[in-house]
């Protein structure tokens, strides 16, 4: 499976900011998916996933409350609502997709996106 993720940018802390990553390629529903980011200077790291149906999520400590993740399979698309946006949320966003497994390591997944650059600014 092919993803392309898109929507990222530059904002002021406390705003909102919706990424999004579209799949081809492969049925798109078979597919748990999952965000991660990697900040400036740092390693890649978990930022939420969700199951193939969409009925289970997972969410990093860090963006609990404040990201949702969600997805619309009829439009094979996984997309990663983010509010109330702050300074450390500045990072290189990527999506990712697993047939088999999910949840929050980065050897998990077999599929990953080109990432997307959320800058967040004061």
């Known amino acids: 499976v092919q993803l392309q993720a898109s929507g990222g940018g530059k904002v002021q802390a406390g705003d909102s900011l919706r990424l999004s990553c579209a799949a081809s390629?492969?049925?798109?529903?078979?597919?748990?998916m999952g965000w991660f980011r990697q900040p400036p200077g740092k390693e890649r790291e978990f930022v939420a996933a969700i199951t193939q149906t969409g009925g289970m999520t997972y969410y990093a400590d860090a963006v609990k409350g404040r990201f949702t993740i969600s997805r619309d399979n009829s439009k094979n698309t996984v997309y990663l609502q983010m509010n109330s946006l702050k300074l450390e949320d500045t990072a290189v966003y990527y999506c990712?997709?697993?047939?088999?497994?999910?949840?929050?390591?980065?050897?998990?997944?077999?599929?990953w996106g080109q990432g997307t650059l959320v800058t967040v600014s004061s």
């Open positions: 990712a997709a697993d047939r088999t497994n999910w949840g929050s390591s980065v050897a998990t997944y077999d599929y």
């Open positions: 390629g492969r049925t798109f529903s078979n597919y748990n």
